[in-house]
């Protein structure tokens, strides 16, 4: 290596980290049910043979499993045993069981926690109401682009606009891949959302499903709570009504988070 290249890591090497990580996030994005090869290279943008190479060498690590039976790839242990290693100073899911509960029981609907994780949003907690039909459109674990979800639209709704249209524009080709969205409709639906005071989304993944999401905290938003349910429950009327709910357990959630970063 020359003097000039010192030190300099090898773009072989980072596109191979690139690609392992992107599709782990993307068999992540289906949770339990996992994903068929053909899945995953669409999702990916990436050969069919370059992600089965990559996927059987995850397998050999414990990274990815695959269903004998349905052929699907889905989360494997190795990524369970070390996130044991990788906790966080406090749970915000821990720290936020209450307010779930208390949401599914005030709207005996299903109630979401979102997580900001760069890109994304993740589902970390999940409350049920005692509703008939339920809304079951997120299993803890899964990850979505920041916009497709209720809880991730909240999050770019309570962004600067600035930072909010760099997200929307890093995952816009994702969108189409995972829902009926693209980026002009998210940005819609961001504008929107700032304009009344929450989010909403009717059916952008599972048509027949609507939901409802306000994010905290104000100013720097790290999460969101989310309402989940069949479309016809969530009229302009009990949006309202939501919305009002979830901004109050938000800013009950708010101080919590300051207490607990004050104590840390």
């Known amino acids: 290596m ?18 392992l990580v992107a599709m782990l996030r993307v068999v992540a994005s289906r949770g339990r049910e996992g994903m068929r090869l053909g899945d995953v290279a669409a999702a990916t943008g990436l050969p069919t ?29 190795l990524l369970f045993e070390l996130g044991l290693l990788a906790r966080p100073r406090f749970s915000l899911a821990e720290r936020c069981e209450p307010a ?7 709207t005996q609907d299903t109630i979401y926690l979102s997580e900001r994780r760069g890109l994304e949003a993740v589902c970390s907690a999940r409350a049920l109401g005692d509703f008939p039909i339920k809304a079951l459109t997120l299993d803890v674990g899964i990850r979505r682009p920041l916009g497709i979800g209720a809880g991730g639209l909240a999050i770019l709704c309570a962004l600067p606009p600035a930072e909010a249209e760099e997200l929307i524009e890093a ?3 994702r969108y189409a891949k995972l829902s009926h969205l693209d980026a002009d409709r998210v940005r819609t639906a961001v504008r929107e959302g700032r304009d009344r005071g929450y989010a909403f989304l009717d059916g952008p993944v599972f048509p027949g499903t609507a939901a409802v999401g306000v994010a905290f905290p104000a100013g720097a938003p790290v999460a969101a709570l989310s309402v989940a349910a069949i479309s016809s429950r969530l009229d302009e009327h009990r949006r309202r009504e939501v919305a009002g709910l979830l901004h109050q357990q938000a800013q009950r959630l708010s101080g919590v988070l300051r207490s607990s970063l004050a104590g840390a």
Do not use: F, K, W
Not at 2 to 19: V, Y
Not at 100 to 106: I, P, S, T
């Open 2 to 19: 020359t003097a000039d290249g010192a030190g300099a890591e090898p773009r072989s090497g980072t596109q191979s980290i690139e690609r």
């Open 49 to 77: 043979s370059t992600c089965h190479r990559l996927l059987q060498r995850m397998e050999i690590e414990g990274l990815v499993e695959r269903h004998q039976a349905t052929r699907r790839y889905a989360i494997g242990p």
């Open 100 to 106: 779930l509960a208390e949401l599914a029981e005030q």
């Open 171 to 173: 995952n816009g080709p």
